[in-house]
């Protein structure tokens, strides 16, 4: 089916990306034959518009993918006769939603204070958007901001509401969420960086964000760990 033909409320959302539909055409082709492929496509596209009916008006925020490709992502595993650990596709959904971390990876390294500041004022300009957006759209992503530490290149941010959570959390998905969790990790290690999260909105009332160079002493305190749902977490050594 046709993008433009898909039976949605346009007014209140927007479609899944041309990156998320050839990921999810590339795990339909790795795990069916051609014409098994061609029929679940449909039906997750339907799965789709059907999960829209009941979520909250998204399609006016300024980073729509990172809600609306999630969406098609937990459709196809919803429909996915078989449904393949996530392990098996967490790569393909990091291509999907960060694979330009690769080329970043090449050009910026945290553990470079300037490098950091660059960060940091990246990652703060991403806050004020959220601010300036939740008055217009309260299930959009809040997003908290602390002052940066110029001292230690230390870059940090929490997130206190995640729309793919509440997805998850809504549809009963939260063993298929950390595939887009963990993207976060996998991105910062492309910067050359430690992201050391302990809790997520998943697992607690904020996903935690202290981002620091790969080398940086902090980053040796902890060690990455998976929890029983894939979910790498960040914990104390």
């Keep these: 089916m046709r993008e433009k033909d898909l039976p949605f409320d346009r007014g209140r959302h927007v479609c899944y990306s041309k990156q998320a539909k050839a990921c999810v055409q590339r795990l339909l082709r790795r795990y069916h034959d051609g014409p098994e492929a061609e029929k679940l496509w449909e039906r997750i596209q339907l799965k789709y518009c059907e999960y829209l009916e009941d979520e909250p008006a998204l399609g006016g925020v300024k980073l729509t993918r990172s809600i609306y490709d999630p969406i098609l992502i937990f459709a196809w595993y919803d429909v996915a006769p078989d449904k393949p650990p996530i392990e098996g596709f967490q790569q393909d959904v990091f291509e999907c939603f960060m694979g330009g971390f690769d080329a970043l990876g090449k050009v910026f390294d945290l553990n470079r204070r300037l490098d950091s500041r660059i960060a940091n004022i990246a990652f703060k300009r991403a806050a004020d958007t959220r601010v300036r957006e939740i008055g217009r759209f309260p299930g959009s992503f809040r997003m908290g901001f602390y002052e940066y530490d110029r001292d230690g290149g230390v870059v940090r941010y929490c997130f206190t509401q995640c729309p793919n959570a509440e997805f998850a ?69």
Excluded: F
């Design 169 to 237: 959390k809504r549809h009963h998905m939260e063993h298929v969420l950390p595939v887009m969790c963990n993207c976060d990790h996998l991105a910062m290690q492309k910067l050359h960086a430690t992201l050391i999260r302990e809790g997520t909105c998943a697992t607690s009332d904020r996903c935690d964000y202290l981002i620091v160079g790969d080398k940086d002493p902090l980053a040796a305190k902890y060690e990455l760990v998976k929890n029983a749902d894939g979910l790498l977490l960040s914990v104390p050594k």
